[in-house]
């Protein structure tokens, strides 16, 4: 059985359905209070300098955001490169003519 883990609720971020009037291709509007999302990030950035995060839609219709927790499985140090060729179909057997005949 899996865990479940504590949401984080991103402070200081804060997404908006688009207008009535917004055009079809509008998702909606991202808004941040500068000081609360630059701790909020801070303080939740990985290793590499970067912070994911969701946005939710709540049980009331309304939209939030939410630090994104996930993680992928531990690597076992193969590279990606060799993972993918592992994973990859082998190429079809092609039979060779020992002929030298053309064949028209």
Avoid: C
């Avoid at 504590?6 to 941040?32: H, I, M, N």
């Avoid at 049980?59 to 990606?80: A, F, I, M, Q």
């Amino acid at each position: 059985m899996s865990e479940k883990k504590e949401r984080v609720f991103a402070d200081g971020f804060s997404f908006r359905k688009p207008t009535g009037d917004a055009p079809e291709y509008v998702v909606g509007r991202l808004s941040l209070k500068v000081e609360d999302a630059i701790t909020f990030v801070n303080k939740h950035k990985n290793a590499n300098g970067w912070i994911n995060l969701s946005i939710m839609i709540g049980r009331s219709g309304n939209p939030y955001v939410e630090l994104d927790t996930y993680e992928p499985k531990k690597d076992d140090g193969e590279p990606t490169e060799v993972k993918a060729k592992a994973k990859a179909k082998p190429a079809p057997q092609v039979e060779e003519d020992d002929d030298d005949e053309l064949p028209f």
